[in-house]
Nanobody, 121 residues
Framework: QVQLVESGGGLVQAGGSLRLSCAAS????????MRWYRQAPGKQRELVAI???????DYADSVKGRFTISRDNAKNTVYLQMNSLKPEDTAVYYC???????????????WGQGTQVTVSS
């Protein structure tokens, strides 16, 4: 099986920074796109950032210029560097990845358990 484990969440003041990590482990043949989502109380889950296997990135308009997504393919890990944090960035952050278990399997979408980010004003 495959597991995604996030870390790095916490409480930070507005204007501060946090770095989230998400490590994939288990039966992994290949990882395609890796993504970060977030869900604030009472709101729908939204895509924050995505990075392809080749390193192409894209961001939600609300975080462009403040957040940076990166990955270490050797470690099966994706990161989200969050700078200039705002109270509206408060949410549970989830990572997700498209993963193949073997050369013969199809791609599956796997999720982490989420990590809380709270930004105080």
């Amino acid at each position: 099986q495959v597991q995604l484990v996030e870390s790095g969440g916490g409480l930070v003041q507005a204007g501060g920074s946090l770095r989230l990590s998400c490590a994939a482990s288990g039966r992994i043949f290949g990882i395609d796109a890796m993504r970060w989502y977030r869900q604030a109380p009472g709101k729908q889950r939204e895509l924050v950032a995505i990075i392809t296997n080749g390193g192409t990135t894209d961001y939600a308009d609300s975080v462009k210029g403040r957040f940076t997504i990166s990955r270490d393919n050797a470690k099966n890990t994706v990161y989200l560097q969050m700078n200039s944090l705002k109270p509206e960035d408060t949410a549970v952050y989830y990572c997700a990845a498209s993963i193949r278990n073997s050369s013969r399997s199809s791609w599956g979408n796997y999720w982490g358990q989420g990590t809380q980010v709270t930004v105080s004003s």
